[in-house]
């Protein structure tokens, strides 16, 4: 295969990169965002722009801090609840036989957004590991994000 159809990624390779300000907090301004699945008392939860696989989603606390030691007790509890609860919807809307999550930080441990904190939550499913990404470093992503994003929002809200 000479080309990979993936439009959405076009935002992405034209955007100017040198952006001022934290694309979670623009993100969390933003009332009618599409990409934040839940705004939670002291987090939310995202879908990721650019995911490694269909239903990469981010926890991200509301306050814009650069580390996990600066979160305080009631920020913390919060903070694992919504990882929990976004776990439940990606169960019931997608059923992955598994996740891969954690956080990168600092640029030095690959993070691309280092002023604030977030954790991943990547969906894995048996066998979802194919020649595309082993022969061409090329991952395939089979859902739209909106799409994904109506999907997780109905789960929420039943």
């Known amino acids: 295969m000479d080309r990979l159809w993936a439009p959405w990624r076009i935002k992405y390779v034209t955007a100017k990169k040198n952006k001022k300000g934290c694309v979670f907090c623009a993100s969390l301004k933003n009332k009618h965002s599409k990409a934040i699945i839940f705004r939670s008392s002291y987090s939310f939860v995202i879908l990721n722009a ?84 082993v022969i061409f470093d090329t991952k395939i992503i089979s859902q739209s994000l909106d799409e994904l994003s109506k999907k997780l929002k109905d789960a929420y809200t039943e």
Not at 66 to 83: H, Q, T, V
């Open 50 to 133: 650019f995911p490694y696989n269909n239903g990469h989603l981010m926890v991200v606390p509301k306050r814009h801090i650069a580390d996990i030691y600066n979160l305080k007790d009631n920020e913390i509890i919060d903070f694992f609840r919504s990882l929990s609860k976004a776990r439940q919807l990606l169960d019931k809307v997608l059923r992955p036989d598994g996740y891969n999550g954690g956080f990168n930080l600092f640029p030095q441990a690959g993070a691309g957004i280092t002023g604030h904190f977030h954790f991943h939550l990547v969906p894995r499913w048996l066998g979802d590991t194919n020649f595309m990404p």
